[in-house]
Structures are given as structure tokens and as C-alpha cells.
């Protein structure tokens, strides 16, 4: 499974309630840094772990479901009215990951 782009991973954390702080000067900003959801501020996203995952995207869902089959990881979400499912090879925060973005792409059509 393909690594998330940046674009792909700041649209995953805003859903989970991040928001970027900009910075620079005008017609140049930039982010340079993160509110979290707690209001902390922190100079990156943290890392995409199943311990953040678990934290911060599975709160947010109806149903989660993370499985080895014996070859791979899979990964099945509901956020009604939306459901993703991925298999996503050996590595199961990316097929955790994936699943959400999947939804998070079905509510932005």
C-alpha cells in the first residue's frame, strides 16, 4: 500500500479535528504549525500510528474493524452514511488509514 501524500495526510488530520496555523508573509503563508483538538499547539501532525489513530479517527467513527487474514491487514469503517473497506498489505495503520480517507473522499463529492 502507497504511502499518503501531504495532501492526502492534511485532509485526514483536519477530519480529525486539527487545524493548520499559518504563518509568513502575505501571499507567501504557510503552515507552521498545529492546532490539536485539546487546543495544544505543536509544530507537526503526529505520527500516523495506530495509537494515534485509535485517538484521534476512531473516535469519530461508528464502526471499525481492523483484521489480519493471515497475508494481509484489512480494514473496515462506517461513517454513516459512508463505509470504506481496504486491504492493505502488512502495515495496519495504513489500511486503517486508507479506509478513513476513503470515506473522507465519499463526503467530499
Not at 502507497?2 to 496555523?21: A, H, I, M, S, Y
Not at 503526529?46 to 483484521?67: C, G, H, M, S
Request: aromatic residues 16%; proline residues 8%.
Amino acid at each position: 500500500m502507497n504511502q499518503p501524500t501531504d495532501v492526502q495526510l492534511k485532509r485526514f488530520w483536519e477530519w480529525c479535528g486539527f487545524q493548520p496555523r499559518y504563518g509568513g508573509l502575505i501571499g507567501q503563508e504557510h503552515i507552521i504549525g498545529w492546532h490539536y483538538p485539546n487546543r495544544d499547539t505543536h509544530l507537526k501532525t503526529p505520527e500516523l500510528t495506530l495509537n494515534n489513530l485509535f485517538k484521534y479517527a476512531v473516535p469519530k467513527l461508528r464502526y471499525a474493524l481492523l483484521q489480519w487474514s493471515g497475508q494481509e491487514w484489512t480494514a473496515e469503517v462506517q461513517y454513516p452514511p459512508f463505509t470504506g473497506f481496504i486491504p492493505a498489505g502488512s502495515d495496519p495503520s495504513l489500511a486503517l488509514f486508507w479506509a478513513v480517507n476513503e470515506i473522507i473522499e465519499e463526503g467530499t463529492k
